[in-house]
T-cell receptor, first 113, second 117 residues
Framework: GAVVSQHPSWVICKSGTSVKIECRSL??????MFWYRQFPKQSLMLMAT?????????EQGVEKDKFLINHASLTLSTLTVTSAHPEDSSFYIC?????????FGQGTRLTVV | AQSVAQPEDQVNVAEGNPLTVKCTYS??????LFWYVQYPNRGLQFLLK??????LVKGSYGFEAEFNKSQTSFHLKKPSALVSDSALYFC???????????????FGKGTKLSVIP
C-alpha cells in the first residue's frame, strides 16, 4: 500500500524556537495532506489541510502564523511550529489519501521545554 | 453535521474471549466508514472499511465489522482477542470537506482496548 513518511518521530526543543515536521508520500502523489494534533488519550483534531500549489486551509481556532504549512510539491508537505511554547507539546500526525484510502504518517512527538 | 460516536472510553476483555468495540455514525447519504488502530506514539493503521456491498467486512489481524444501516452502527469485532490487540481504536467516517474541496476523515474519540492475559 501507499506510504507516508513523517519525520522526525520525536523532537525536543526549547521555548521560542521553531520546529519543522516533514511528511512525504513515498509512492503516490498527495495533492492534499491533512495535519492533525492529538492530545494524550484523545482523538485526532484536524488542524489544517495543505494543498499542493495553494494556501493551506486552517480549522477554526488554529493560528495560521504559528503553524505554518507548506505543500511545495506533490510528495512533500511540511508543518512548522514557530516560536514553540510548552503548550504546543503534542503528537502531530499527517495524512494523505489515495482514492478512498487514508495513509498516515508515523507521527511526531513534540516536547517543548 | 457528520459525526461518529464511540460510546466507550475503554473496553477490557480477557485473552481468548470475543471483543466488540462500538461505533455509531450520523451522516447524510451513504457513509464511508473506517476503523483504525493506534499503538503508543505511532500513527494510525488501517484495519478495515465499508464502502458498499456486504454488511460484514473483514479486515486486518482477524478483525471484522458489521455495518448496520437501521441502527447506524459499525461495530468492530474479533472472535478471539489477543494481548497484542491492546491499543487505541478509532472509528471514522469520510466526509466531503467543502473548505478544501476534498474528502476528509472525521474520527470518533477513540476506545482504548485492553486485553487481559
Amino acid at each position: 500500500g501507499a506510504v507516508v513518511s513523517q519525520h522526525p518521530s520525536w523532537v525536543i526543543c526549547k521555548s521560542g524556537t521553531s520546529v519543522k515536521i516533514e511528511c512525504r508520500s513515498l509512492d503516490f502523489q498527495a495533492t492534499t495532506m491533512f495535519w492533525y494534533r492529538q492530545f494524550p488519550k484523545q482523538s485526532l483534531m484536524l488542524m489544517a489541510t495543505s494543498n499542493e500549489g495553494s494556501k493551506a486551509t486552517y480549522e477554526q481556532g488554529v493560528e495560521k502564523d504559528k503553524f505554518l504549512i507548506n505543500h511545495a510539491s506533490l510528495t512533500l508537505s511540511t508543518l512548522t511550529v514557530t516560536s514553540a511554547h510548552p503548550e504546543d507539546s503534542s503528537f502531530y500526525i499527517c495524512q494523505g489519501h489515495l482514492n478512498t484510502e487514508a495513509f498516515f504518517g508515523q507521527g511526531t512527538r513534540l516536547t517543548v521545554v | 453535521a457528520q459525526s461518529v460516536a464511540q460510546p466507550e472510553d475503554q473496553v477490557n476483555v480477557a485473552e481468548g474471549n470475543p471483543l466488540t468495540v462500538k461505533c455509531t455514525y450520523s451522516v447524510s447519504g451513504n457513509p464511508y466508514l473506517f476503523w483504525y488502530v493506534q499503538y503508543p506514539n505511532r500513527g494510525l493503521q488501517f484495519l478495515l472499511k465499508y464502502i458498499t456491498g456486504d454488511n460484514l467486512v473483514k479486515g486486518s489481524y482477524g478483525f471484522e465489522a458489521e455495518f448496520n444501516k437501521s441502527q447506524t452502527s459499525f461495530h468492530l469485532k474479533k472472535p478471539s482477542a489477543l494481548v497484542s490487540d491492546s491499543a487505541l481504536y478509532f472509528c471514522a467516517v469520510r466526509v466531503f470537506y467543502s473548505g478544501a474541496g476534498s474528502y476528509q476523515l472525521t474520527f470518533g474519540k477513540g476506545t482504548k482496548l485492553s486485553v487481559i492475559p
